[in-house]
């Protein structure tokens, strides 16, 4: 996209992920801190290639609302965090608290 996270996106014909998700971050972000949960919607055509695979920290498990299964995903690289996800701030009130104040720190 812009090269800020090594990698290419790869544009597909059918639809890849469609749906709400439960988030928790693995590591500290802007958000807040490890263990953070809130929800999220995706919607997408494309998948995410990095360059080098385990270059970028995978920030966020993702499970579906149905099912156990949990992926990973939020490419966390130089303070840029680039996601999928369509975070939902109303889910978790820290989100907003934490994005600001990450914000006044770095200012």
């Given amino acids: 996209m812009v090269g800020l996270i090594p990698g290419t996106a790869i544009m597909n014909e059918e639809l890849k992920a469609l749906g709400y998700v439960e988030v928790v971050t693995r590591q500290k972000t802007f958000f807040g ?3 953070l ?3 999220g919607h995706q919607f997408r055509y494309s998948n995410f290639e990095l360059d080098e695979p385990h270059s970028i920290e995978l920030v966020y498990g993702l499970r579906k609302r149905k099912g156990n299964e949990v992926s990973e995903e939020g490419y966390f690289h130089n ?3 680039a996601s999928y996800i ?11 608290e934490g994005f600001i104040q990450s914000c006044l720190q770095e200012g």
């Fill in 37 to 39: 949960r809130f929800r």
């Fill in 86 to 96: 369509h975070a939902h701030w109303a889910s978790n009130p820290i989100l907003p």
């Fill in 79 to 81: 303070c840029v965090l």
């Fill in 33 to 35: 801190e490890a263990g």
